[in-house]
């Protein structure tokens, strides 16, 4: 055989002496592979998938009985809460319908404050001695083993559903998808821990800040679980809000940015919180922007861009750089470090935007867990 | 080639407490009911009023 000048013979070393037997032992994978490689493929992701399923399922199982160990000698109920748990574990969020958006960020602040009210008036059931600080702990804690099923639920039906249909194609984006569930849902199963102890956690760096600067200023109620005081800075007053800490809440800020603004009228906004960092960044890096600096479903951030281009207010934002795992588990000493470096910028950004005389509203947007003010 | 297991890391929680009118600092593990900005004792050296400025995980080594 002379194909192109190469001798492929003599280039597989075939001649009258080969042996059969090597022959079909070259040969035969490679048909094997051609008609099975997909099959073979399936079998191999489908069994990677299926450990970090069952680390899944431990994850989720784990949180679910710290959360009842926590409420039982906590709280002491009377009764057995397991299966006022599990069946909140199960509820769902149907979201608006999207065909027509118009009016769609109302509707969907409308479920979800009603699942929140829903939430806390459920936990405030366990118990009637039960304190708001416990309450928020649970609540949280609540959210992130709500959280956990549902990843276990949806990634179980696609692994199963492709093991039924032997349907490659179908666990390929699971199998892309599968670390970056896993690394949530270590982040959530930590982030029990931080919640139970009350302790600060990354994301609580905005209130933290925004904390300190309240400290000997008389706070007052702006929205629900939001607070705010006034301050002097170089001739500049200052509004300064936060969610009311040390519970676990991040507040209405949005409704809180409104009450203030239309009392008033700050010439600035500006907005510190957490924000993800990209890999290769360091934890506690701290970088300014514009816009609203707010993470959350996006209700909140339209409320603050609303109003704010209404009055034609700037908005200006500090961010802290931090891991999705960081940002919900017990602050890092990097994170914490930066508090002093982001207090100064605050305040340059105050001089630089602000003449003596205008007025700024800081905002501290987090989870304030573990922070007062 | 062999990839090394990453090692868990055991992150311990600190409070860091601060004298109001001293500045003096000190550093103890978290307790239970500790958060930030919450009036503790009075300061050993100067009387004065110490409160939590901080509180943190690092890792253990």
Sequence with gaps: ?373 | MKFKRKKEEIITPYTIEQCNSCNAILKRKFKEGDYVFKKTDTCSSCKGQMSIAKIFGEVSA
């Design chain 1, 1 to 373: 055989m002379d194909f192109l000048g190469i001798n492929v013979d003599k280039l597989l070393n075939f001649n009258d002496n080969s042996n059969p037997v090597m022959l079909l032992v070259m040969i035969v994978p490679i048909i094997i592979f051609v008609l099975y490689g997909q099959r073979i493929q399936l079998q191999v992701t489908s069994s990677e998938i299926n450990k970090s399923l069952e680390k899944l399922k431990i994850l989720k199982d784990d949180t679910r009985k710290e959360l009842l160990d926590y409420i039982k000698t906590t709280i002491k109920p009377t009764t057995d809460p397991s299966a006022k748990i599990d069946r909140y574990l199960d509820y769902f969020t149907i979201m608006p319908v999207d065909m027509d958006p118009n009016g769609i960020i109302q509707k969907i602040r409308h479920i979800m404050r009603s699942r929140e009210d829903y939430t806390r008036l459920q936990v405030k059931t366990i118990s009637s001695e039960m304190n708001s600080m416990d309450a928020s702990k649970i609540e949280n804690i609540l959210e992130a083993a709500t959280t956990l099923h549902l990843l276990y639920k949806m990634v179980r039906h696609l692994y199963l559903t492709a093991k039924k249909q032997n349907n490659f194609p179908l666990i390929l984006p699971l199998q892309m998808m599968i670390p970056f569930i896993m690394e949530e849902a270590e982040a959530l199963k930590d982030a029990v821990s931080a919640f139970k102890q009350g302790q600060p956690i990354g994301d609580g760096i905005g209130p933290m800040i925004v904390g300190k600067m309240m400290i000997g200023t008389e706070k007052k109620t702006a929205a629900f679980e939001t607070v705010w005081s006034e301050k002097e800075f170089e001739g500049r007053k200052l509004y300064l809000m936060k969610a009311e800490g040390p519970s676990a809440t991040v507040g209405r800020p949005g409704d809180a940015l409104e009450r203030i603004i239309s009392e008033n009228k700050p010439d600035v906004i500006v907005m510190v919180d957490a924000a993800l960092k990209l890999e290769g960044e360091d934890s506690g890096t701290v970088s300014q922007g514009f816009g609203a600096a707010i993470g959350g479903i996006g209700t909140d951030r339209y409320q603050i861009e609303e109003v704010a281009t209404k009055y034609k207010i700037p908005i200006y934002a500090i961010v802290i750089k931090q891991s999705i795992k960081e940002a919900i588990t017990l602050m890092k000493k990097e994170i914490a470090d930066s508090a002093e470096k982001v207090t100064s910028q605050i305040h340059e950004m105050i001089k630089d935007n602000a003449k003596p005389g205008q007025s700024v509203l800081v905002i501290g947007v987090g989870n304030t867990l573990g922070v007062s003010q």
